[in-house]
């Protein structure tokens, strides 16, 4: 018989990567979508079958981690062998501008979903996977980071995961309840949330060589972060919960590289060589060298206002963090031996892929403005 998941924040990045994981897998997978006015599941479209049709296997329902009584109701009505809830406010710089919707969400949130397996007495059948996170460990103590590195949180969101992490660990203690922690290193991809760095500089870099942009705003340049890929990732959360034991794994690649790293790599895909001046706030970037013959290859249409010497990248103040995390490296060699899982994909796969794949859209996008319709640029993601 088909197991059945149920996925909490099936429409962002990761929800929409292991929602098609499991269905090749032959499972039957509930999505939990917050309530909006607008369409918020361009993610899963490609494979999301209207509820009517026959065969359907992927079902949606309304809900957020702010109400129990919702929570209780689907979880009863689904009655899930796994549940991976992957739903946060996830942005670590605006958890300081919103840090009790962040303490609701993510920490209490978590406790939620807990509580409403426990309370409807699923503890035996149902398998739960809590989405921690390398910020967690904050503050380094040591690096690389593995399952037994001391936590330090710099964040309100950090903090929040830091809670949903440990109350995690307690009820699989006191309940005897399979409840698992993936300490997520970050991960990137082409469904990346448009205010995260790595898509802000994979969708500046297309819309900068079409005349779209004119220039890229950033914060702390030298912060490493160890970037796999979602789409590797996701299977890692499956591998968890089949394993034969609950317990918690830091998924990595063990492999840091820099915001400015990734920048160089960004723009070297199309052709464009980057060089840095200034220091701290007053630090910029601008186009080094040009590579006539691959930009044309990538970008026929491109903006014939590149130059060498143009500032494509600015630094400003407003976009670092109150408290700085400045290098997060994770060391995934339990999950390695345990569970057997490794990453496909490299950090210049990553760049590389997300700068195409924006680079696909922007393109589509000027030609639709090129001939005459109105488009509107910002709202595409």
């Known amino acids: 018989m088909s197991k059945t998941a149920l996925i909490i924040g099936i429409t962002g990045q990761d929800g929409s990567y292991l929602a098609q994981h499991l269905l090749k ?8 979508k917050r309530r909006t006015s607008l369409f918020n599941t361009s993610r899963i479209d490609k494979f999301y079958k209207d509820r009517h049709e026959q065969s359907t296997r992927l079902l949606l329902h309304y809900g957020d981690l702010t109400d129990s009584t919702n929570l209780i109701r689907i979880i009863k009505e689904t009655e899930p062998d796994e549940i991976y809830n992957l739903a946060a406010m996830s942005h670590v710089h605006v958890s300081f501008e919103m840090p009790e919707y962040t303490g609701q969400t993510d920490a209490l949130g978590t406790l939620r979903v807990l509580e ?11 398998r739960i996977y809590q989405a921690s996170t390398s910020e967690l ?22 903090a929040a995961k830091l809670y949903a992490y440990w109350v995690t660990v307690n009820y699989r203690e006191a309940y005897n309840m399979f409840s698992c922690n993936g300490i997520l290193f970050n991960h990137e991809s082409p469904l990346r949330g448009e205010t995260f760095v790595t898509r802000k500089i994979s969708r500046a870099v297309a819309k900068i060589v079409l005349g779209l942009q004119d220039v890229l705003y950033l914060g702390n340049l030298n912060a490493k972060r160890d970037w796999g890929h979602a789409e590797d990732y996701v299977e890692s959360m499956h591998l968890i919960l089949q394993h034969t034991i609950p317990d918690d794994f830091v998924i990595a690649t063990g492999i840091s590289h820099s915001v400015r790293d990734f920048l160089r ?8 060589t980057l060089e840095f001046y200034g220091e701290g706030i007053r630090e910029a970037g601008r186009i080094a060298n040009i590579n006539i013959d691959l930009l044309e290859q990538k970008v026929p249409n491109f903006s014939r206002e590149l130059q060498v010497g143009k500032r494509v990248i600015s630094v400003l103040d407003e976009y670092f963090r109150p408290t700085e995390v400045d290098e997060l490296l994770g060391d995934a060699s339990k999950a390695r031996k345990v569970l057997g899982w490794k990453p496909r994909y490299s950090f210049e796969d990553i760049v590389s892929e997300m700068v195409l794949s924006d680079l696909a859209l922007f393109q589509k996008a000027k030609l639709l403005q090129d001939s005459g319709h109105e488009v509107l640029f910002e709202s595409i993601v």
């Open 265 to 272: 790599l960004a723009f070297l895909e199309v052709g464009i």
């Open 116 to 126: 409403a397996v426990r309370i409807l007495g699923l503890t035996k059948k149902t």
């Open 25 to 32: 897998k032959n499972y039957i997978v509930h999505g939990i």
């Open 137 to 158: 460990f904050g503050k380094i103590q040591q690096s690389p980071q593995n399952e037994k590195t001391p936590f330090y949180p710099r964040s309100p969101y950090a």
